[in-house]
């Protein structure tokens, strides 16, 4: 059975960090290329990263500008979102994505930026 779990979200802080994980099964981790996405209230669902199969590749929407990192472990058939200096409009569900020959979508973990 395929699954993607997130885990890591939360409130923070202005200005606080967060580091999201989505740790998959179910399916050859290490030949899919990984992306986070989220989506607001109201808002479509927008990338926020994308990592390629080894790590060496990565991207990162415009809004992003430097705060978030994006990784993987494929020993652990992990990825992670380090998010640094959030922000309120970070407020969002984030989704970890998997595409190869097939997509997969996990369930999403919420992120909440307030004071």
């Known amino acids: 059975q395929v699954q993607l779990v997130e885990s890591g979200g939360g409130l923070v802080q202005p200005g606080g960090s967060l580091r999201l994980s989505c740790t998959a099964s179910?399916?050859?981790?290490?030949?899919?290329?990984m992306r986070w996405y989220r989506q607001a209230p109201g808002q479509e669902r927008e990338l926020v990263a994308f990592i390629g199969t080894s790590g060496r590749t990565t991207n990162y929407g415009e809004f992003v500008k430097g705060r978030f990192t994006i990784s993987r472990d494929n020993a652990k058939n992990t990825v992670y979102l380090q998010m640094n200096s959030l922000k309120p409009e970070d407020t969002a569900v984030y989704y970890c994505?998997?595409?190869?020959?097939?997509?997969?979508w996990g369930q999403g973990t919420q992120v909440t930026v307030s004071s």
């Open positions: 994505n998997a595409v190869n020959v097939y997509t997969y």
């Open positions: 179910g399916f050859t981790f290490s030949t899919y290329t």
